[in-house]
């Protein structure tokens, strides 16, 4: 396991692919790690062809170089903290699972990523099974939309906030851990709130901020993971590295009509602190 940072600023990579809209994936991913305080590295799964409206391309690295990526990494460069992003196939599924055990992170953020803002397929629908018997043992926090759980569960059927607890349990049984969490996110949900559960088997911490009306919300599932990825090593606990990122989060929403990208689902503001 890799040592504490000796100067208060962690290094966290993000293993995903790359949207060149710059909204989602690798690259809204080092925005979000870099305003929350930490120091970025990137690993590519996948290179998309991708809009603020489509996905009309996508082109998996090869699992023998996706290994040599994270291993001449992580050989070097101490990690405090994993975020796991679209990985799209089976095979790179098994390989950074492999590689995860090998370097035994102290932090592992799992964003199971599925389909894109857009509607465009992001992973191989014959790799859900190994998304979740592989990745979701080894992750510290899981970070499902409702659909993304359903479809990791087997299951079809509507649910709503009160079903919440439920399901998270239902994700929960597949890591059993008693240092993992899921994070269910409510965005899907109608209402002025937008709501989610943070649940580890024993304790449940609900989330709560007022829904904010945009159509700016390409990427919301990359930039929450990836702020959890950089605030847990900064924390003393988990609920309140969500909570931080939960609200910087909602800022980036909250300020994403300032920015004029695409004609579809635009970005949120990743540097709203800042700019």
């Not at 939309?145 to 299951?155: F, I």
């Not at 007022?210 to 900064?234: F, W």
């Given at each position: 396991m890799a040592e504490s940072a000796k100067n208060g600023i962690p290094n966290v990579?993000?293993?995903?692919?790359?949207?060149?809209?710059?909204?989602?994936?690798?690259?809204?991913?080092v925005k979000a790690i870099s305003a929350c305080g930490a120091?970025?590295?990137?690993?590519?799964?996948?290179?998309?062809?991708?809009?603020?409206?489509?996905v009309t391309g996508v082109s998996p690295v090869s699992p023998s170089f996706l290994r040599e990526q994270i291993d001449t990494l992580f050989s070097d460069?101490?990690?405090?903290?994993?975020?796991?992003?679209?990985?799209?196939?089976t095979a790179l599924i098994e390989t950074v699972a492999d590689a995860l055990i090998h370097w035994k992170p102290k932090y592992v953020v799992l964003d199971p990523v599925m389909v894109a803002k857009g509607g465009g397929r992001l992973l191989q629908s014959d790799a859900v099974?190994?998304?979740?018997?592989?990745?979701?043992?080894?992750?510290t926090v899981v970070t499902p939309?409702?659909?993304?759980?359903?479809?990791?569960?087997?299951?079809t059927e509507s649910v709503d906030e009160e079903d919440?607890?439920?399901v998270a349990r239902a994700l929960w049984?597949?890591?059993?851990?008693?240092?993992?969490?899921?994070?269910?996110?409510?965005?899907?949900?109608?209402?002025?709130d937008a709501y989610d559960l943070l649940f580890n088997g024993v304790v449940s911490v609900p989330?709560?901020?007022?829904?904010?009306?945009?159509?700016?919300?390409?990427?919301?599932?990359?930039?929450?993971?990836?702020?959890?990825?950089?605030?847990?090593?900064?924390?003393?606990?988990?609920?309140?590295?969500?909570?931080?990122?939960?609200?910087?989060?909602t800022g980036a929403i909250a300020h994403a009509d300032e920015l004029e990208v695409g004609h579809g689902h635009g970005p949120t503001h990743h540097f709203w602190r800042l700019w």
């Open positions: 990579v993000t293993i995903a692919g790359i949207d060149p809209s710059g909204g989602a994936g690798i690259l809204a991913d120091y970025a590295c990137g690993v590519v799964a996948a290179l998309t062809a991708q809009n603020t409206e489509d460069v101490r990690i405090d903290a994993v975020k796991i992003g679209m990985l799209g196939t099974e190994a998304l979740r018997d592989r990745l979701l043992p080894l992750a939309n409702l659909p993304e759980a359903m479809s990791l569960l087997g299951r919440f607890p439920e049984e597949y890591v059993k851990r008693k240092d993992a969490w899921i994070f269910l996110k409510g965005g899907h949900l109608s209402g002025e989330y709560s901020a007022a829904r904010i009306h945009t159509k700016n919300t390409h990427g919301t599932g990359c930039t929450l993971s990836a702020a959890i990825a950089a605030y847990l090593p900064q924390e003393v606990d988990v609920p309140v590295a969500c909570r931080r990122a939960k609200d910087y989060l």
